[in-house]
């Protein structure tokens, strides 16, 4: 058995910013996570599929490693994987936490991280050139399989927003994972749990925010955030992959805190999702 804490969308600052329109002290809200979290056990690794910052600032990259690192210390965990997404910039990101794209192993259990941003933008992509580099990995079997770390999941979005700022032409990803050794794909980006089976058995993991959390039941065309965290737990097995979510209770739980009517949902969309084709 192998066993993975998947946490997602930290969103963290530089000290004294806050997310959710100033509302979220979202360093805090992590230490809160993580404390909860204390009696998950021994882990073999933790994965953070993307948007570990909100500002892309160095100290927000810091205080992911010191927070991440010494959770990962403190319960055995020898591998932390991260990966980055569209509110992260490449250049901190790679110099406190390495690179965005890479290949760990854990146990014979091969993790290969994938980098789906795109620059200025929220939605994301994955060009030729690195879904060959993913092939190429994927070549050689693991002895134990292969998990795929992308922050923008193939699976559809649960609201119009994360739909307009989904992964493009995710066909491209399950195809260059057919065939292979790969069992699951470990996303982030929808601030919701979300976990699928694909064609073939591929499991597709979202994990829930630790920042927030994403009403789905929003109105159509809406977009409304309330408080919340949670994680994913992943037990590995020769059965299968089981992902069992994680809701932290924490202050709050619930509150709004925003709303973006269908005007507001669509400029976003105008200024950071996909370009017509």
Same mark, same amino acid.
């Given at each position: 058995?192998?066993?993975?804490? &998947? ?67 403190? &319960? ?38 994938? $980098?789906?941003?795109? %620059? ?49 032409? +995710? &066909? ?8 292979? $050794? ?10 919701? +749990? ?56 924490? %202050? ?8 973006? %009517?269908? $005007? ?14």
């Amino acid at each position: 058995m192998t066993r993975l804490l &998947h946490l997602s969308d930290t969103h963290l600052m530089a000290p004294g910013g806050r997310h959710g329109g100033g509302r979220v002290d979202t360093t805090a809200v992590l230490r809160h996570v993580l404390a909860s979290l204390a009696g998950v056990g021994p882990l073999d690794a933790v994965v953070v599929s993307g948007d570990v910052s909100d500002d892309g600032s160095t100290a927000s990259y810091e205080t992911a490693r010191d927070l991440v690192g010494g959770f990962a210390r403190e &319960h055995g965990a020898g591998v932390v994987a991260w990966a980055m997404g569209n509110h992260d910039l490449a250049e901190p990101f790679t110099r406190v936490l390495g690179p965005t794209r890479c290949v760990h192993d854990v146990g014979g259990l091969r993790l290969v991280v994938l $980098d789906s941003s795109v %620059p200025r933008f929220g939605y994301g992509v994955l060009e030729e050139e690195q879904l060959e580099h993913l092939r190429g990995v994927l070549a050689e079997p693991a002895p134990r399989g292969t998990l795929v770390v992308v922050h923008h999941s193939p699976l559809p979005a649960p609201t119009v927003l994360h739909e307009g700022l989904r992964l493009q032409e +995710p &066909h491209r990803l399950l195809e260059a994972v057919a065939g292979t $050794d790969v069992r699951a794909v470990l996303s982030g980006h929808y601030h919701h +749990p979300y976990v699928a089976t694909l064609p073939g058995g591929l499991t597709a993991v979202v994990a829930p925010g630790v920042a927030n959390r994403t009403d789905v039941l929003v109105p159509g065309g809406s977009e409304r955030a309330v408080r919340g965290s949670g994680a994913c737990l992943l037990d590995v097995d020769d059965a299968g992959v089981r992902a069992t979510v994680l809701s932290v209770a924490g %202050p709050g739980d619930g509150e709004e805190l925003f709303v973006l %009517p269908p $005007d507001v949902v669509q400029r976003i969309l105008d200024a950071e999702g996909a370009p017509a084709r």
